[in-house]
């Protein structure tokens, strides 16, 4: 939550702390046993193409060459976990919004596969040829109809005083079924190309960062929205306590609907670059995806709760669940496995959560007595309100 | 030799040393008062007896054999029983179904329904309270769901019985029942401990007083060796005077609110009055007379409110909270658990939230102002904690009140509604609050203040508006003030 006076490290002020400790020890956990992989090796020729390396061998022979790198710590590994996580990190952190409030949104994925459908209806028209003014269309009636199917969850869940679980179980098949009747069931393609090479776009040779950096963006610009605005300050009242918050004059409906919206926002925002990424969007997209996202939000220190959770605990939650996934293909583990491991990770991150608030708490219990002694020592003058950080 | 005795007794918790070497001796047959400020220990002291918290040091003797209750279940073998203020249970159960919760009597795993209503009646019959064991609990009032809650502690062998603030949600009728079951308790030989912050009804019903103060024992008295007085400077370890406010030297000024035939089906009906600008005036009433349900009307909660509420002269839109507050309107709620304070979060931002558009430009919050401010008001309410940090949810009563009075406190007000300003709050933050009260009061605040302590409301308010079962019962101006006088508008 927000922090009076300075920003300090301590564990206790920075919980996302722990959750990047963990990325490194995964990280170095991968790098040291993921073992080694030969890689064809490429280069940028001189008219911007890349092209396959060729050597000589013993013999004389030109053979394709081949480098030798670390399965897991390799630029290639590294960016398409990222890609992987993009999707999911982008709408934990619109997921972890709602959470704060005291709800929960179970048909993100829905959403995230109305939008890809309804943005790839619009694109498809264009055919590969279409330009800059498709493309822009298509990204913003995607982005649309993901904010706009968030709001509708927010308007029924305030409107009719119904627990969001429920109107979100619902919605979820809704969304989805109309997603379906739009398209037959059929995945939609042949967009723009200047879209999909748009979000293809290698940043750095042979690296497409696009998803990377708009899941940066979400994630920074949903932690500036929480903490320092203050709109962010009620999403947490209310997820505190509504009948204070409603007695302090904060519109709770409006927040509520709010956190609704960004949710379906971040779900739009996935689907623009999975449609640019993979070319196609279908009814069956993200499907399942509510699970994942919800898993991320929480191993990242939203409590369901509410009142609690931050964006970048819910980008570093989708982080540490996709290096688990992708760490067993690398440790060589089937990836049949990968359901029950998150599974496992989900349960024992909130319990390690439960266990740090206990330390918490004693460490505040030994120091109760030097504070218990000075507010009796200043009975009539109260003891300095100072914050503990400045 | 005691019948109960507790020998130098220690516990802590987070952020604070609840209890330090504290040793006390019960009686039989004798009502013993727990007294001191709130956050003094006698509530833990309490729970540690029956079991819900087990000490750091020290020993527990009955008979001056020791017993250890590690857990409630074990104390109420040996016949400790523990009434307190939160009323666990299931509301959709019924009567007997509550009182038997822990131990269903069962027919080859069936409910045995008739033997568990035989129970039930029997548990009701030992206290001697006439209660339907089949109505379900939500139909109840608070104080028949207390004796439900009482039976059921008490079941047919308790020996000890430690009541924690018993009648801070009853009614002054409610009250008596109670009162009257204490006595026949103690004819039969009971050991009670009652804890509560009600003078009055400590002198009425208690054998012996214990002062604790910051978790330490300062004096174990007969009753008839104390008076109030006494009592107060123990608590406190100072004077606290109930002093004439100066607000009542002043003339008031221009009228600031004015209530006309406000009415809400069920809740009150056609209330009207009025309040000046550097006014005090009191509500009082019965519980469930209507007067928190008219504190939150005027603040635009009840959107089935009908009549009209002018704020200086101009109509107020009613069921607008935001409205109400543009109109410089602000509510101490009753509950400041429930309403009052958002407990998860810390102090400071509990008390700029209600105003934290306030410290806001371009929707990003100025937290070096918002600081400033904050601080300057913690410190102006001598709120006291560590930091500006400390989760609400660990202050003491009155601390946790000073937040949630310093919230409407960042922006200048001209009505400001108190509800119970002082429940639950100690001795010493009361008298502070008073004096607060009573200064924004001379710098023409105009104040409503509902409250069911009568010394209270009397010392305070220039006028009382009486309620009575959602109807204003009558008016009374200063000088015709006396506890006769408003308990016959009341009752």
């Known amino acids: ?390 | 030799m005691a019948f109960l005795s507790v020998e130098h007794i220690s516990k802590s918790f987070p952020g604070v040393r609840a209890l330090d070497d504290v040793s006390v001796e019960f009686e039989k047959a004798s009502v013993h008062a727990l007294m001191g400020e709130n956050g003094a220990g006698k509530s833990t002291l309490g729970k540690i007896i029956a079991g819900v918290y087990t000490p750091d040091q020290g020993i527990i003797k009955i008979e001056g054999q020791e017993i250890k209750p590690t857990d409630p279940r074990i104390a109420q073998g040996l016949g400790i029983a523990l009434v307190h203020q939160e009323l666990a249970f299931c509301p959709n159960m019924t009567v007997a179904e509550n009182l038997l919760l822990g131990g269903f009597p069962t027919k080859a795993g069936f409910m045995d329904w008739g033997r568990l209503r035989e129970k039930a009646r029997a548990l009701l019959h030992e206290i001697g309270a006439e209660i339907d064991v089949d109505t379900p609990l939500a139909q109840l009032t608070t104080g028949q769901e207390q004796m439900v809650q009482i039976a059921g502690a008490v079941g047919v062998n308790a020996r000890i019985i430690i009541f924690d603030e018993p009648t801070s949600s009853l009614s002054t009728n409610e009250s008596e029942h109670l009162f009257e079951l204490m006595a026949r308790l103690k004819a039969r030989g009971v050991a009670m401990l009652y804890v509560s912050h009600r003078m009055d009804e400590i002198f009425r019903v208690c054998d012996t007083i214990t002062v604790l103060r910051d978790g330490k024992h300062v004096a174990t008295e007969p009753i008839a060796q104390t008076n109030r007085d006494r009592l107060i400077r123990q608590m406190v370890g100072r004077e606290v005077l109930m002093k004439r406010p100066k607000h009542l030297d002043l003339e008031p000024g221009e009228e600031i609110l004015r209530v006309e035939n406000l009415s809400s089906t069920g809740k009150f009906e056609n209330v009207s009055f009025n309040v000046c600008r550097g006014e005090i005036v009191g509500m009082g009433g019965l519980v469930g007379a209507g007067r928190t349900e008219v504190a939150t009307a005027i603040f635009g909660l009840d959107p089935r409110a009908t009549g009209a509420v002018f704020i200086k002269g101009q109509k107020l839109p009613l069921g607008n909270v935001n409205e109400a507050m543009r109109r410089r309107i602000a509510l101490l709620p009753e509950d400041r658990k429930r309403a009052g304070l958002v407990l998860g979060m810390n102090i400071l931002d509990n008390v700029s939230l209600a105003h934290i558009d306030h410290f806001s430009h371009l929707g990003f919050i100025d937290t070096s102002r918002e600081l400033t401010e904050v601080e300057k008001l913690t410190k102006r309410l001598r709120v006291k904690a560590p930091s500006l940090d400390t989760i609400t949810a660990g202050l003491s009563g009155g601390n946790q009140q000073k937040v949630a009075l310093a919230k409407w406190m960042v922006r200048d007000c001209d009505l400001l509604i108190v509800d119970e300003p002082t429940r639950g709050v100690d001795v010493g933050a009361k008298a502070e609050i008073y004096e607060l009260l009573d200064e924004v009061a001379c710098q023409g605040l105009a104040i409503l203040m509902i409250s069911s302590e009568l010394p209270e409301l009397l010392n305070l308010a220039r006028r009382v508006v009486v309620l009575r079962e959602g109807f204003v019962t009558g008016q009374l101006p200063h000088e015709k003030f006396s506890q006769e006088a408003v308990l016959e508008l009341m009752a």
Request: with cysteine; aromatic share 8%; glycine share 14%.
């Open chain 1, 1 to 390: 939550m927000s922090s009076p006076g300075k920003f300090s490290f301590s564990f206790s002020k920075f919980p996302e702390g722990g959750l990047i400790l963990v990325i490194i020890a995964l990280g170095l956990l991968l790098a040291l046993f993921g073992g080694s992989v030969q890689l064809p090796k490429f280069e940028t020729t001189p008219d911007g193409k890349r092209a396959r390396v060729f050597e000589t061998n013993a013999s004389g022979q030109k053979v394709p060459a081949f480098e030798t790198v670390n399965k897991f710590f390799n630029a290639r590994t590294i960016v398409q976990i990222a890609k992987d996580t993009s999707f999911f990190a982008i709408m934990a952190v619109g997921m972890t919004f709602v959470i704060i409030t005291g709800g929960i949104d179970l048909s993100v994925g829905a959403i995230y596969a109305l939008a890809s459908v309804s943005g790839a209806l619009v694109l498809s028209p264009y055919g590969p040829s279409g330009g800059a003014v498709a493309t822009a269309l298509g990204i913003l009636v995607t982005i649309g109809v993901g904010t706009l199917l968030g709001c509708l969850n927010g308007a029924m869940i305030t409107g009719f005083n119904v627990h969001p679980f429920i109107i979100t179980l619902g919605t979820m098949a809704i969304y989805r079924g109309i997603a379906f009747v739009q398209t037959n069931g059929q995945s939609i393609g042949g967009f723009p190309e200047g879209f999909r090479q748009f979000v293809r776009s290698e940043i750095l040779p042979g690296l497409s960062l696009v998803p990377l950096i708009v899941m940066i963006i979400v994630t920074v610009v949903g932690g500036i929205f929480l903490s320092q605005l203050s709109i962010g300050r009620k999403i947490y009242a209310v997820g505190g306590n509504e009948i204070a918050s409603r007695y302090s004059g904060i519109r709770v409906g409006r927040v509520k609907l709010l956190a609704y919206a960004i949710s379906g926002l971040a779900a739009g925002i996935a689907s623009v670059l999975s449609l640019g990424y993979y070319g196609a969007g279908s009814s069956g997209d993200g499907q399942g995806y509510e699970l994942n996202v919800i898993a991320a939000a929480v191993v990242g220190g939203a409590s369901l709760v509410g009142g609690k959770g931050t964006a970048l605990g819910a980008f570093l939650g989708a982080v540490i669940l996709q290096m688990i996934s992708n760490g067993l293909v690398i440790l060589n583990i089937p990836q049949n496995y990968s359901q029950i491991v998150i599974g496992a990770v989900v349960i024992a991150a909130v319990l390690l959560d439960q266990f740090n608030a206990l330390l918490a708490k004693r460490r505040l219990l030994a120091k109760a007595s030097s504070i218990k002694k000075e507010v009796v020592r200043s009975s009539d003058t109260p003891v300095s309100l100072k914050p503990k950080t400045t």
